[in-house]
């Protein structure tokens, strides 16, 4: 069956990193997203890995293997406005995106 | 990145009537758009799939008849509830696919939709 994985709520400290793991199973493979939710809000794109290795885009990278089925999403210098859902999804075959639970992640100061 | 539009942001209708959610990629061409229906911290729920120029695939449990889905050209799908009731309120959230972009098969959302159903 298809599935994706993600914590449920990580903690973590202003000005400290974080790193959101993902693992994933879906009936072919398309890439792998994440996304940033803030509550009431609509989804906002973060990134797209399809290739394996690191993507860095400011103070967010992802990663992907796809032979283990794992991604992460790095936040380096956590802000408080940060603290959010982040969602994991992949892609299937169909493009249709699977998606994860989602990790809401606390900022404190 | 590109930008989907949703409009309205907010809707408040009388039950029994219906209401349209439009969804458009203002910057790409969407060969398929996605609707996502989502309650209060809960998940993410498809609701179907809409591919310019053909009918909407639904997912299972999805009242095809009550949510009518029309993707009548590249850049635009409407979303129409019919005959809503309160339970229909919800966040309706819209997605396209830009299978043309630098990233390729890209997914951006739309600003999301709050209905509210009195």
């Known amino acids: 069956g298809q599935n994706i994985d993600q914590p449920t709520e990580m903690t973590a400290t202003e000005g400290a990193i974080v790193q959101i793991n993902c693992t994933y199973q879906?009936?072919?493979?398309?890439?792998l997203f994440w996304y940033q939710q803030h509550a009431g809000e609509a989804p906002t794109f973060l990134s797209y890995?399809?290739l394996d290795g690191l993507e860095e885009k400011g103070r967010f990278s992802s990663f992907l293997s796809r032979s283990k089925g794992y991604s992460y999403l790095l936040l380096k210098e956590l802000q408080m406005k940060d603290s959010a859902s982040y969602l994991c999804?992949?892609?299937?075959?169909?493009?249709?995106?699977?998606w994860g639970a989602g990790t809401k992640l606390i900022i404190k100061p | 990145g590109a930008v989907v539009s949703q409009h309205p942001s907010w809707v408040i209708c009388k039950s029994g009537t219906s209401v349209k959610i439009e969804c458009r990629s203002l910057?790409?061409?969407?060969?398929?758009m996605f609707w996502y229906r989502q309650f209060p911290k809960q998940s993410l729920m498809l609701m179907a799939t809409?591919?310019?120029?053909?009918?909407?695939?639904?997912e299972q449990g999805v009242e095809k008849d009550k949510f009518l889905i029309n993707h009548a050209s590249l850049t635009l799908s409407t979303l129409t509830v019919t005959s809503a009731h309160p339970e229909d309120s919800s966040f309706y959230i819209c997605?396209?696919?830009?299978?043309?972009?630098?990233?390729?098969?890209?997914?951006?959302f739309g600003e999301g939709s709050w209905l509210t159903v009195v």
């Open positions: 999804a992949s892609m299937d075959s169909n493009y249709q995106l699977i």
């Open positions: 910057d790409f061409q969407a060969t398929t």
């Open positions: 890995n399809v």
């Open positions: 809409s591919n310019e120029g053909s009918k909407a695939t639904y």
């Open positions: 879906t009936s072919g493979f398309n890439g």
């Open positions: 997605s396209a696919r830009d299978g043309e972009g630098v990233a390729g098969n890209t997914i951006y």
